[in-house]
């Protein structure tokens, strides 16, 4: 059982602590978490920024940048994702083991951004895999990608281990492969994943059909 | 026609023993050492290199499609996107061209201000482009630490002056945005005398470095006259000898004013290329030292230039710069309407990889990565 | 260096017979440039590299022109029986008319070349030469300058990949940028772009267009 | 001698190390969160909406021109034009916008819309801790969230909203002494007039 909060600090100042077995374990994972190194774009500078002396990310236990997706818990999609590059960022997110995050670092990772007219831009990275922490910015500051790091980490923190909000790698039949989509003649296939991206509801006047 | 005068210049075809089977690796587009998403095809005859072919457009972002569609102004910002180490000469270059388009002049305090913000650029792109050199070398983060914490000081500087670290939407045609921040000319004065500091750490840590020149002396090695007819500009170019700046040919902006040398290779390997880089960052040092007690006061920019309803003549341009990277070039095309007809952007970084094959067929697999890491490119300008 | 009128007499004088003209740029830039047929192209651009210096091939790419409807103003001169001062005379007139004809349109490949042996000179313009395919549609070859230049190579490829300018004699035409299985040529001003305009929180103008397109497309519902 | 080119480089990053301990110029960590770099001036993040007094719909400076959403190159601004119009600051009766959306996850912080704005409406704010797990409702930014007073603007950017609050006052009194100006020949046209008619009555008064 969970140790009431108040409790838990009064006791803390006697020298006594008490955590529970989900609140260790949760501290474990959250900190220790390993990005992959994995760089798209221009954001990928930010986040080699924050990695380097003035901000160094290691104060967070995320220094360990691994190159390959087997032993990374992290991906930090930083950039922008383009139709072609888009059926190996799924491959590599399909080749990381679970329990494995996803932050959508910058405006053209969520949404495609300025790029987001492009013909060969993806608009967004959540079409394909489902995106954890989204970080607003065109590059967000290194500041920013450790808020969002903390962001997670409080996500982390959260997760119970069991019931229904349990993390991924618990849940026996959480879906672990991704469709890879397929470069075609004129555009990926499928262009979305509708069981990770449902089609939001409208929310501009114009979306809804209101005043065309 | 002289028949001798038919001279092509093509990779070498590498001799395979029938008997012996080729190992093909996909090298990227993810790949710890390939600067962002850049895939090479490679061949391989044990260790030695036998094919390569280059496979472009994992960072395809239609830049110039996206132009067309837009204004001249709005595509502004989206030039700090193409090299995305040194924004300020993209824009430096894109005005260009189109005050050339225009025939717009620059007042003379935007062109101080203009050379200044330019070689900050070269500085800190130069002191990350060996960074990430002794990185791929395997040189684990000492020389990119070093490199980084000069850049966040220029990078302070930038966005004290344009309001951003590495997206700075700075210059305007005719001029630039904003006038200096107040003290702003007295900080850069400052970081500037501590700069020669930081480049002799940095010779001190990697000049005489043997390792260094084991694995960089005698690699990669460039012949001049294939670089020239391959287009090969800026470092890359100079490392093999030939004497060909943009801002000593061109005389564009006012480097005319400032005394500096450019520095020359002999071999064209990769210690060369290393070498030109901390010899360039030393010139860029030399002129920042000329330019900042000189800059004049008065207006930044051209009254003529107006930030909406921008239309020029119809008629064509191409302006470039040397940019940090080479010779970075834009191509405009007006037909009298708000938005460019055609907007072509010259990346260096994709021309100075033309040679790439050249510079591998024949080397060990391990030199690849490191061959490819002296070019210094930015996926963001190869693909666009 | 040379202008672009000096040169094109130089080449007519030098290789005789062939087809070369001189394109005029009337932006301040003052890029003029030589428009050569694409049968005499790699003739012309031998002789640029060897005989008159431009060693460096700075910049190649296409520009898509369109079909197009030009009105001209023609003047016809004829004879017309009039009544001058009560008299019935012969007249000269001049008619001006407005004809409107289509143009077909053309893709063109632009080449930018320097001189790097000659050094700095000023001005320091470029050589600007172009070549022109017979439409846009199925005759859209045209021969390759990497023999001469190598810097064209990629270059021509991108050419090839986004405008669809097959280049005779380039030793490795594929696509450069887009996936090898896409069909079209992305930066002709006739490409539409695939529909993907499924949430468009903030359009307007052609986005708001394309996203009322694709919710209709999808029947309304979502 | 072999290996003395290495040793000088470990040389430079030891005395770096060491250097470390007694100097503070190298110590360049900044311990983001509880430690943070000096504000810069002109920083810029997202755009915000600027309002005067103390009601943010009634205040803002915005008056619907759409000149912004014409401009912004990704075309992540969305406006709504009112149909009708509300007094503003100086009290002239003005559009306003009934929506105004930003969608934060494609802005580029490219700062165009700031410099085309005639009306000092929109300003960039340095507000950058923004991630969030909503993808669908935290990105956009709709009017009630971009608004902000202006004592806001001069927090984060003072020499410019100086400048911008200088600029303002000086059109404010320039409508009213025109304001004044038109007042006063009204009313000198008024007593005039009556004058007039007075002298026209006088007379027939007279007769």
Known sequence: MAVEPDLKIELGKQGVFVTTLNELYNWGRRNSVWPMQFGLACCAIEMIATTMARYDLARFGAEVFRPSPRQADLMIISGTVTKKMAPQVVRLYNQMAEPRYVIAMGACAISGGPFKQGYNVLKGIDRYIPVDVHIPGCPPRPEALIHAFMTLQKKIEAQPLTGEKRPRHLDADAQGEFPVPVPAAHDLQPPVNRLVWPLPAPTTASEAGENA | ?384 | ?222 | MLGEGILKGLAETAKNFAGSFVSEERLTTVEYPEQRLPQIENTRDFPFLVYDGEDPMAGLRCVSCQICEKECPPKCIYIVKSTDKKPDYVGKAQFYPTRFDIDISVCMSCQICVEVCPFDAIKMDTEFELSTSDRFGGLILDKHKLAKPNSYYQKIHPTEAAEVDGRLEEEKQKLEAKAKAAAEAAAAKAAADAAAKNAAVAPEGQA
């Open chain 2, 1 to 384: 026609m002289s028949t001798s005068a038919i001279r092509s210049y093509l990779p070498p075809v590498i001799e395979v023993d029938a008997e012996n089977e080729l190992l093909e690796v996909a090298m990227g587009p993810h790949h710890p050492s390939t600067h962002g998403v850049f895939r090479m095809d490679v061949a391989l005859d044990g260790e030695r290199v036998v094919r390569l072919k280059p496979v472009f457009g994992y960072l395809h972002r239609n830049h110039e499609k996206i132009a067309e569609k837009t204004t001249y102004l709005a595509s502004m910002p989206y030039t700090d996107r193409l090299d995305y180490f040194c924004s300020m000469t993209n824009n430096w270059a894109y005005a260009l061209a189109v005050e050339k388009l225009a025939g717009l002049e620059v007042p003379e305090r935007a062109e101080y201000i203009r050379v200044i913000t330019a070689e900050l650029t070269r500085i800190q792109n130069h002191a990350s482009a060996i960074g990430f050199l002794m990185q791929e070398m395997g040189a684990s983060g000492t020389p990119l630490m070093y490199a980084f914490r000069e850049r966040e000081k220029i990078l302070d500087l930038f966005e004290e002056l344009s309001g951003s670290r590495m997206m700075c939407n700075y210059m305007r045609f005719g001029g630039c945005r904003v006038d200096l921040p107040e003290g702003w000319l007295d900080r850069v004065s400052r970081l500037v005398a501590e700069l020669p500091r930081f480049v002799d750490e940095m010779e001190a840590l990697l000049t005489g470095n043997e390792i260094l020149m084991a694995r960089a002396q005698g690699v990669g090695v460039l012949k001049p006259d294939l670089a020239v007819n391959a287009g090969v500009t800026g470092v890359m170019l100079r490392a093999t000898g030939v004497n060909y700046d943009v801002r000593k040919v061109d005389h564009y902006g006012i480097y005319d004013r400032f005394a500096f040398r450019v520095p020359l290779g002999d071999h064209g390997d990769i210690y060369d290329r290393y070498m030109l880089r901390v010899l360039e960052m030393r010139e860029s040092i030399r002129i920042l030292e000329q330019a900042l007690p000189q800059i004049p006061a008065g207006p930044i920019l051209d009254p003529k230039s107006k930030p909406r309803g921008f239309r020029p003549k119809p008629g064509e341009a191409y302006g470039r710069i040397e940019a940090p990277k080479g010779e970075l070039g834009f191509y405009l095309i007006s037909d009298g309407s708000g938005n460019p007809y055609r907007y072509r952007v010259r990346p260096p970084s994709l021309i100075n990889l033309t040679i790439l094959e050249d510079m591998c067929l024949g080397q060990n697999v391990a030199d690849v990565v490191l061959i490819f890491g002296s070019v210094d490119i930015v996926l963001g300008e190869v693909d666009r």
């Open chain 3, 1 to 222: 260096m040379k202008t672009a009128e000096e040169l094109l007499s130089e080449l007519q004088k030098a290789l005789p017979g062939v087809q070369v003209s001189l394109v005029l740029n009337p932006s301040p830039s003052a890029q003029h440039a030589l428009l050569v047929a694409a049968a005499d192209a790699l003739r012309v651009a031998f002789y640029l590299r060897d005989e008159a210096g431009y060693d460096y091939c700075s910049n190649a790419t296409g520009v898509d022109w369109l079909d197009r409807e030009v009105a001209e103003k023609v003047r016809t001169t004829r004879t017309v029986k009039k009544d001058v001062d009560g008299v019935e005379q012969e007249v000269e007139e001049t008619i001006e008319q407005t004809v409107k004809r289509m143009e077909s349109g053309y893709l063109e490949a632009v080449y930018h070349l320097y001189s790097m042996k000659m050094g700095p000179t000023d001005p320091h313009l470029p050589m600007v030469l172009r070549m022109r395919t017979e439409n846009r549609t199925d005759r859209t070859e045209l021969p390759s300058l990497t023999p001469v230049w190598r810097s064209a190579e990629f270059q021509e490829r991108e050419i090839f990949d986004l405008y669809g300018i097959v280049f005779r004699g380039h030793r490795d035409l594929r696509r450069l940028l887009m996936w090898d299985e896409f069909e079209d040529h992305p930066m002709r001003r006739d490409y539409v772009d695939p529909d993907d305009y499924e949430y468009e929180p903030t359009p307007h103008d052609e986005v708001l267009k394309r996203a009322e397109a694709h919710r209709a497309a999808q029947g309304g519902a979502q």
